[in-house]
């Protein structure tokens, strides 16, 4: 029987092996230039998220929003029982200060949150239009992204009066199955969104 120091001994060894080869392709030009082409990617990337955050934070600050209000629902699953609004246009959503102050700010927000929470507290986004709706987060965006495939170029009051009255209709046909499964389709979501 193979005793805990043979077994150690035998992988140290191994280790020593492994990291002797790894130490002659590390001499290796190939190997260099891999190396090198790694560190310049690593870094090319970094850039390209910096200028992508540069991207989305100049939308959320140019935006003019067009409110909707997040839905109890969906508030009180998030632990909150304050009303926060989400832009129907750009998707700012106001929840991300709750997130951030919850817990004593111990959830950590991802990148596009503090993005969010940067120009929420900061106050260079514009403050905009509200729709009288309450909702949650993937339907606001799926009647946005179908009213916007069907009209791109409304006005923002287009908009505001298309997505109040696309919101009532869908109000209106809850527990119609078959209408509901139509409606589903034709905003490209599950029929189980239509049904929360």
């Given amino acids: 029987m193979e005793s805990s120091r043979d077994n150690y001994n035998e992988l140290v060894s191994q280790d020593k092996k492994l990291m002797k080869y790894i130490k002659a392709l590390e001499e290796n030009e190939e190997v260099k230039q891999y190396k090198k082409l790694l560190k310049k990617r690593e ?52 929840s991300v200060v709750y997130k951030k102050a919850k817990c004593d700010n111990a959830i950590v927000l991802s990148d596009k949150e503090k993005l969010m929470y940067e120009v929420l507290k900061s106050g260079e986004h514009k403050k905009g239009i509200y729709i009288n709706i309450s909702s949650n987060r993937d339907l ?12 791109p170029n409304m ?23 078959s209408k509901e499964r139509e409606a589903a389709k034709r905003l490209n979501v599950n029929v189980s969104l239509l049904r929360k």
């Fill in 140 to 151: 606001i965006k799926a009647v946005y992204d179908y009213l916007k495939a069907l009209c």
């Fill in 43 to 94: 870094d090319l990337l970094k850039s390209i998220k910096y200028a992508y955050n540069g991207i989305l934070k100049e939308k959320y600050i140019n935006c003019n929003h067009v409110w909707a209000i997040l839905d109890e629902k969906t508030l009180k699953k998030e632990g909150n029982s304050q009303n926060y609004c989400i832009c129907v246009k750009c998707g700012l959503d106001e």
């Fill in 155 to 177: 006005s923002d009051e287009e908009l505001r009066e298309r997505f109040q009255n696309e919101i009532d209709n869908l109000a209106d046909i809850k527990g119609e199955p």
